[in-house]
């Protein structure tokens, strides 16, 4: 025994303010007594209590307790719950007085915990969900486990319960392998001990001096005994799980435990919680087996959806591990069981990570809210507080971010061990994607869950706030709208806003989606202006919809079905230029009024392989359309084309395919100025786009959209006739909206931009010379001139 | 009847350093077979420096340097040759012991026993005192009192860390043009890099003979190169680069021939410690006299002053006078520094390098960073499996029939070493 | 065999260097104008304001990645990160940092200007350790600009000029677009309060960049997110730099060579590999070693380059003597 010792840096006990929450044991004793009183608070509560009202209970086991504090201390402080669990605490008592057995060889079997966390609990969470989740059910449970473990540590020695039997005592045992914190001693001092009093303190009968040699901490629970007894018991930060880094003791259940637990929790609770509530829920293999067995057995009140997802995820689960492992021993040429267990190591990160992810966000989705008022419940006043985040909270999804850590941190583990094992290099190379197999599983079971809900969408039935959004997708304004038929005067446009909600569609421009992103949609009500300006939408459409996709092939369009204002939407799935056509013929006062509403628009969705054809790219028109207004593309056009003001805008007028000379082009902007010009031999009118936008300088944005409207007309005289109405002359009427940003020389400044550089290199440079000439620079005050 | 002429106490000394000389020439010489032919160059030269003592250097100013921490590139970049001063000499050893306690090392004593005397064939301008080693540091004022110029050089005793680089960098700085006002002449950046490349093609033969060292045939002894590397602290440096061009010429042609200078099982030994300087050459000659051949060395007399080459990324006069600094500074094993992990990599280097059998340490007695480094070097070539041989003289004659036995011992359980193996 | 290994060993690296650097600049830089396109994962700055790029740097796309809203880029779009990121590593994976020293343009800018100084007769300036260490950190903090402000984009704390906010004050894309006749980078941009700060921020560093690499040998190496992302990957990487300490006699040579100053290249005796964070792996170390095989340049195991006692001398002119008349 030393009483001092001069502790290294790493030390958490020299450690300021750390250090006492893990060193002072008077501290650690009230902590303990503390969390004791909780437990058992909370116990007789949801017994007294056994109204839903009581949160107070449920806040303590399900709000701290798990999963809150053990998932995350356990990858990174270590097994610090244990340290302070009730169980532990008490269980050391009891053992003092009691009977001191050694506990039956079959009892000694770590599988009986673990197959009670699974079967025991989450089997029957997937049968019976919510059983556990009353007041009542909850304090039934962990009194009865209080028992169980008291009259254990009352029979066995050396907290055997802790060891063997415990549900979560196997589980936090292997996860804690992962912390970044060490129990051990200072083998300096150790060396010349002979009275080994950190393993007569410690409970569980475990020798602290030897854990640094075994590269193991065995059944330390962090209850802190032993640095009472000895200075030389050493609490270091190290590398986060530097122990599976190198050579370690196998204890195969460590490897399935995190088998199973990975199986039970993160990977059911994808098949069931996750696709479940998809619409595909319904094909996926669990459902089907529940659907075809309801034929032949009654469940009764079993969910049994819930219970073969379980099962399954079991089956394929073990099935990766054991297959990848397989094939992984075999060209390592190494037994299975040292690959698997060996390895089995790297899948430690898998789940926890993902728990952590999953229980911080609930945390500050609902948890904090359900803690905090539980306890004010529990402790006899209210308190009414909000959650601190919302769903819909971007920064929500960086808790997504651990998921990822926990996949490369699975792999690096797996690299490390892999790297231990006494093989030639190629063959390590070639085992290890088949040995990471589990690892690939989990992730793809992932990507999967994401490619499964853009594919086939969320169920609607769901929780996580669906409901919200049902009713913001229900047309509220369809019956305040009241609906004007257009004149044959008005010229239809298409708007890439609705008229009636003025509320901005994703029209896919911003996604930067690359493979295997959402296809964009876009969008577009025809509308016309009354006098008044306003834009009208329309409750019908008659006319016919063409749509030229960007692989120039032309197909008709239908409009929306769903009452209200009336759009036409089209996906895009290849990066070019869609339009949208609206061919409108009638006949009125002799005439035939040839309307056609024209949009285009083109998507890019950035990605690497985009090329630009200029074939494609080009304007084109469509036979089915009689009058048309085709943009002229200039030379150097690119997919980052965009009109500018300053630029002059070329734009041709077609009749039935083939320029037109003499047709009236009009561009009129938002803000109300108009030019028209006849169009010449080519068809081909030159606008100048003005520079129509002064705001404030402050309030200046460059991706301002100038929108205008292009209209052309032309008359032709020529008579015919339309279901038996004649007509005498033709009216060719096309429209064709768009936009342009303001000219960069609004906003950028070369003067500016070469001054700050040059003023730097002067300043610099002067600074420099100055330094160099004047300053003595020490150890440098001789300096001589080059020359020859 | 013959004029007798009555001896001064300078030819007196000078009688008795010739003898001296000559006795370990004779030996060198004809106690050994086939020495190279281009060796005769450096026994003539030897000859006349030691024995006739023939002034080299009439006309260029001489600069004095006590220790191989002064960089000879910057002396010759300023049209001035560096003489080395370390000294050999029983005689001047014994005229020193007036002047230092008698527990002094014998080199310094001898060093200062030449200055007592004022006996030089080549008498040095200005005295160039690195404060090295403690004794070296002091005798630099005890010479000054004799009436030379002396200049300290201040020298760090860490090497490690970036502050003594700096100070050494600084130390170099301020020397080079101190020395360039004391001598008169303007450093340029033409000169010092003909220096430069000059000192660094005497390193460049130094090293390809070296390398020829390495051949299971000896194609020269240790004892030749000690000659040959000694010669190079006073020689002119156009003449010594003619002669080791030629001398690594014919070695070369010896290792193609495979003629050796020893036979096959003669021990191949390392040799470390103090620094054996002409005509000091006892334990040298004791230990290839025994039949073991030395095939590198790790002493500042020899593979300490060649060994580092400077390399300069950008030829500007500051560029090159740091280059040369940290090339004094940093590659240096001297047991001065505090610590000193780079000597026993650089011996155990050297070993596997050549191929040595064994190490043979020698400390003068007296010389206390040697003497207090013996432990360490010893356990570390313990470690590693490397037998050593750990020796303390001094100048004197008078132990020589102990040292016969035990190095003769330490080769032969060498030889049965190999033997074995 | 022996006489290829000596005739590399023996190598004039500067000449093999300059001509490499030249062929890479041009590749990168005027790629476009031959049809070369090495896709948008090449690890060096290759600037993509450049319109003629023969591939592009990395952090352009990656920025441009992760700017996407955060559920989507922590599921489906992860896709196409991980494509980009690994297209990105298998450049590298061979090449290790070689692609700073040999292949990067605006490295081989700041070589050039070195070049120039080195003309006019005017004497570098280095750091002295201590603002060594401070100023080793800023890349990371370039780094952390690099992936954090996009992200910031993407979770919508950040306005949308932070997407490329590193691109924003690179100089690269002010100098690259400069080579194939474009200037339209060298402008402010008022249209709002961040893009002017950024824009300017990027101007000042132009500024520095120039001034600084004039005095500083590869001045901006030392700040570069991109050296710093290729640090955490260089253990895998192919291509090492390796050092045998028992050889290295700490004689700092390769110290006064180093562009970087990375001092544990000559000080550091224990690890084997020597590749640091700041090193732009130019090999220079490796042609000015003096000692037999103390440092080499390893690819899978295999000596490619190693130091060698004649190489040495051979590249510093010291194998013989210039012949004078005088």
Partial sequence: ?788 | ?421 | MKRIRDFINNADIRRFRFWLQLLFFVLFIYGGYFAVNLGNSIPVFSCGYDKAVGGMCYFLPLQHQLARPLDVLLSAASISVLIGFVTFLLWFIVFNKAWCGYACPLGTMQDWITGLRKKMGIRYSTYTQPQFDTLKKIKYIMLAIVILAPMGVGMGLLGGEWRTAFCEICPSRMITPLFVGDVSQWSLDFSTKTAMILTTLGLIFTGLFLIGSFFKKRFFCFFCPMSAMHYIFSDGALLKLKKDGDKCTKCGDCYNVCDMQIKDIADDVKSTNILRDDCIFCMKCVAACPEDDALHVDILNMKLFTSTKGGFAKRMEMDRLEKKDD
């Fill in chain 1, 1 to 788: 025994m030393v009483n001092f010792i001069k502790r290294d840096k790493n030390d958490i006990y020299a450690k300021p303010i750390i250090g006492f929450f893990f060193k002072n044991q008077n501290f650690l004793l009230s902590l303990k007594i503390a969390v004791s009183a909780l437990f058992v608070y909370a116990l007789y509560f949801g017994f007294a209590h056994t109204l839903k009202e009581n949160t107070f209970t449920t806040a303590v086991f399900w709000g701290i307790f798990w999963s809150l504090f053990m998932v995350t201390t356990l990858p990174t402080f270590g097994r610090i719950f244990c340290g302070i669990c009730p169980h532990g605490f008490m269980g050391k008592y009891i053992t003092k007085y009691g009977l001191k057995k050694t506990m039956p060889k079959w009892m000694q079997n770590r599988y009986i915990g673990v197959m009670l966390l699974v079967f025991g609990w989450w089997g029957v969470y997937y049968m019976f969900p919510g059983l556990f989740r009353t007041p009542q059910g909850t304090a039934i449970l962990f009194t009865v486990m209080t028992l169980i473990a008291f009259v254990i540590y009352f029979l066995y020695k050396d907290m055997s319960y802790c060891k063997y039997i415990c549900p979560i005592g196997t589980f936090t045992r292997a996860y804690s392998k992962l912390s970044f914190t060490w129990l051990g001693t200072y083998k300096s001092a150790c060396d010349e001990c002979r009275t080994f009093e950190c393993a007569t303190a410690c409970p569980y009968n475990l020798k602290p001096f030897t854990f640094d040699n075994r590269n193991s901490m065995t059944d330390c629970t962090l209850c802190m005994d032993c640095s009472s007894a000895c200075e030389a018991v050493s609490f270091k930060f190290k590398k986060p799980s530097f122990s599976l880094f190198s050579k370690l003791q196998v204890l195969k259940v460590e490897v399935w435990a995190f088998i199973l637990i990975l199986a039970s929790i993160s990977v059911s609770m994808s098949f069931h919680h996750g696709i479940g509530r998809s619409n595909a829920a319904d094909i996926m293999i669990w459902s089907k087996t529940a659907e075809f067995l309801k034929n032949y057995i009654d469940f009764g009140s079993i969910d049994a959806v819930g219970l073969f997802a379980f099962i399954y995820a079991l089956i394929f689960t073990i099935s990766a591990a054991l297959i990848g492992m397989f094939i992984a021993a075999k060209i390592l040429k190494k037994d299975f069981n040292t690959t698997f267990y060996d390895l089995g190591y790297s899948y430690a990160p898998l789940f926890i990570l993902g728990s952590i992810a999953h229980s911080l966000e609930t945390f500050f989705l609902k948890g904090y809210e359900h803690i905090a008022e539980g306890f004010a419940y529990g402790f006899g006043f209210t308190l009414d507080v909000a959650p601190l985040a919302n769903r819909n909270d971007s920064w929500l999804h960086l808790f997504g971010l651990l998921k990822w850590v926990a996949i490369v941190w699975a792999l690096i583990i797996l690299y490390k061990r892999v790297k231990l094992l006494n093989v030639p290099k190629l063959r390590k190379i070639v085992a290890f994607p088949f040995a990471a197999s589990l690892i690939i599983f989990f992730l793809s079971i992932d990507i999967y869950t994401g490619y499964i809900f853009k594919t086939y969408g969320k169920a609607s039935s769901g929780n996580h706030g669906v409901g919200e959004k049902l009713f913001q997708s229900v047309p509220a304004e369809a019956a305040t709208i009241v609906f004007k038929e257009p004149a044959a005067k008005d010229s239809i446009y298409f708007s890439d806003t609705n008229p009636s909600a003025e509320k901005k569609a994703y029209n896919g421009e911003h996604s930067h989606g690359g493979a295997g992103d959402r296809v964009a949609v876009k969008e577009l009500w025809p509308v016309f202006e009354d006098a008044m300006g306003k834009k009208n939408c329309l409750s019908a459409i008659s006319a016919e919809l063409y749509l030229l996709d960007a692989n120039l092939s032309t197909m008709q369009a239908t409009a929306s079905k769903s009452a209200g204002c009336k759009s036409v939407s089209f996906k895009m799935p290849d990066n070019g230029y869609y339009n949208l056509f609206y061919v409108d013929k009638k006949i009125q006062d002799n005439t035939l009024h040839v309307k056609t509403a024209k949009y285009e628009f083109m998507r890019f969705n950035h990605s690497n392989d985009a090329v630009y054809n200029k074939e494609k790219m080009a304007a084109h028109t469509i036979a089915e359309a009689p009058f048309d207004i085709l943009r002229v593309r200039e030379e150097d056009e690119t997919f980052y084309h965009n009109l500018y003001s300053g630029e002059n805008l070329r734009v041709q007028a077609v009749l039935n395919t083939k320029p037109i000379e003499g047709a009236t082009i009009t561009l009129s902007t938002k803000t109300g100025w108009s030019k028209s010009l006849k169009t010449d031999k080519e068809g081909v009118a030159t606008f100048a786009l003005i520079e129509d936008y002064f705001p404030k300088w402050n309030e200046f944005n460059k991706r301002y959209k100038n929108e205008f409207l292009l209209h052309a007309s032309y008359v032709k005289e020529e008579k015919g006739s339309v279901n038996d109405v004649t007509y005498e002359k033709i009216k060719y009427d096309v429209t064709y909206p768009s936009y342009y940003h303001p000219n960069s020389a609004r906003y950028r400044s070369y003067a500016y931009g070469l001054s700050a550089a040059l003023f730097t290199i002067i300043v610099t440079g002067f600074a420099i010379y100055m330094h160099r000439a004047r300053r003595k620079i020490p150890f440098k005050e001789v300096s001589f001139h080059e020359k020859d």
């Fill in chain 2, 1 to 421: 009847m013959t004029e007798h002429k009555i001896e001064t106490p300078k030819e007196r000394q000078n009688r008795h350093k010739a003898m001296e000389a000559a006795a370990v020439l004779e030996k060198i010489k004809h106690d050994f077979k086939e020495p190279p032919k281009a060796m005769d160059y450096f026994y003539d030269l030897h000859e006349r420096v030691h024995c006739k003592h023939e002034a080299l250097h009439s006309d260029k100013a001489k600069v004095g340097t006590m220790c191989i921490q002064v960089p000879s590139e910057i002396i010759y970049a300023l049209d001035a040759v560096p003489l080395r001063l370390c000294n050999g000499f029983y005689a001047d050893d014994e005229i020193g012991s007036d002047f230092l306690p008698s527990k002094s090392c014998p080199l310094v004593k001898a060093t200062i026993g030449q200055f007592a005397s004022n006996n030089f064939s080549d008498k040095p301008d200005i005295v160039i005192s690195p404060t090295t080693c403690d004794q070296k540091a002091k005798s630099g004022a005890i010479i000054e009192n004799m009436g030379f110029e002396v200049y300290d050089m201040e020298f760090p005793r860490t090497k490690e860390s970036h502050e003594s680089r700096e100070y050494w960098r600084r130390s170099v700085r301020k020397f080079t043009k101190d020395l360039s006002e004391n001598l008169n002449t303007k450093l340029s950046k033409k000169k010092l890099k003909d220096a430069i490349k000059k000192v660094g093609y005497a390193q460049h033969l130094y090293h390809k003979l070296n390398i020829l060292r390495k051949d299971n045939n000896s194609p020269i002894l240790g004892k030749d190169m000690f000659l040959v590397t000694n010669a190079f602290f006073f020689d002119k440096i156009d003449n010594w680069i003619e002669a080791v061009e030629a001398l690594a010429n014919e070695c070369e042609q010896r290792v193609k021939d495979e003629i050796s200078v020893a036979s096959k099982r003669s021990p191949r030994i390392v040799y470390t410690g103090s620094p054996p300087i002409f005509p000091n050459l006892k334990i040298p000659l004791l230990i290839e006299l025994s039949d073991a051949i030395i095939v590198a060395d790790e002493t500042c007399s020899s593979n300490r002053m060649f060994n580092d080459m400077v390399s300069v990324d950008e030829w500007f006069v500051n560029d090159m006078v740091d280059s040369i600094a940290d090339r004094y500074l940093k590659g240096c094993t001297c047991p001065i520094f505090t610590k000193n992990e780079d000597r026993k990599r650089r011996i155990l280097d050297l070993v596997r390098d050549y191929n040595a059998d064994g190490v043979i340490y020698q400390a003068f007695a007296g010389c206390q960073v040697y003497e207090m480094e013996q432990r360490s070097v010893l356990e570390a070539m313990e470690r590693a499996g490397v037998p050593i041989l750990y020796l303390e003289t001094d100048y004197s004659p008078s132990h020589l029939g102990q040292l016969t036995t035990r190095i003769e011992a330490f080769v032969e359980s060498l030889k049965n070493r190999k033997r074995r193996q």
